[in-house]
């Protein structure tokens, strides 16, 4: 079925430093999510991205659909505390089913 | 304004016993959903709605049953639990199926 690959599995950056996220598929998908969960905390939804070559940003968050649609990235610039949790992308996979990437977990050193 | 509402938020339970999680949404969804969070493995899809009346399997089905009882609920039920099946399960809701989902508070169940 489809899947949502995500790298990296784990990032540790100091406060004030930028961190990426990196979404593949191996298929065309229509749209993909990114959701946030903080650490004990459940997946909260941050953005939709559906155009070929999208870009949103949200405050100090960057978001971008590639050109194939096979791909996306989530860009935070200068990390704050309160950035720390694992963040998720997520696509269709057929079927009416949403699947997720593996995630990425963000810590950061104050 | 409760959203999703997952009950219990724990639960331990002994090898080989029974136990139906519950869910509810009060969002007028159509699809629902019930994944697990294992660690280093991300959100794993257990079984979905679609709408009310069906159900299918996701990802990792095996030892799990579904009920879709309404358009607002949504129990998976364990028959006989194992080890391997502890986890935090996470219920959520979409008004469809590829659009923002919504999430319970989680399940952390543990098997022993």
């Known amino acids: 079925g489809q899947q949502v690959m995500q790298i990296p599995q784990y990032q540790h950056v100091q406060e004030g430093e930028d961190f990426t996220t990196y979404c593949n ?5 229509s749209n993909i999510q990114w959701y946030k969960q903080r650490p004990g905390g459940h997946p909260v939804f941050l953005i939709q ?8 940003k949200q405050k100090r968050l960057t978001f971008q659909f590639g050109e194939a ?25 057929g079927a009416q ?12 050193n104050p | 304004n409760a959203g999703v509402t997952q009950t219990p938020k724990f639960q331990v339970l002994k090898t080989g016993q029974s136990m139906t999680l519950q869910c509810a949404q009060d969002m007028n969804h159509n699809s629902m959903y019930w994944y697990r969070q294992d660690p280093g493995m991300g959100l794993r899809l257990i079984y979905y709605s679609a709408s009310e009346g069906t159900t299918d399997k996701g990802e990792v089905p095996n030892g799990y049953n579904v009920s879709r009882l309404n358009k607002r609920e949504f129990s998976l039920r364990l028959e006989s639990a194992a080890p391997s099946q502890t986890s935090v399960y996470f219920c959520a809701s979409s008004v469809g199926g590829y659009t923002e989902a919504f999430f ?3 399940t952390r169940l543990t098997v022993v």
């Open chain 1, 25 to 29: 598929s191996s298929t065309t998908l």
């Open chain 1, 49 to 56: 991205l559906v155009k070929s070559g999208e870009v949103k």
């Open chain 1, 69 to 93: 649609k096979k791909n996306s990235s989530l860009h935070i610039t200068a990390t704050q505390t309160t950035d720390v949790g694992t963040y998720f992308c997520a696509g269709p996979g």
């Open chain 1, 97 to 108: 089913k949403l699947v997720f990437g593996q995630g990425t977990r963000l810590t950061i």
């Open chain 2, 104 to 106: 319970g508070q989680g």
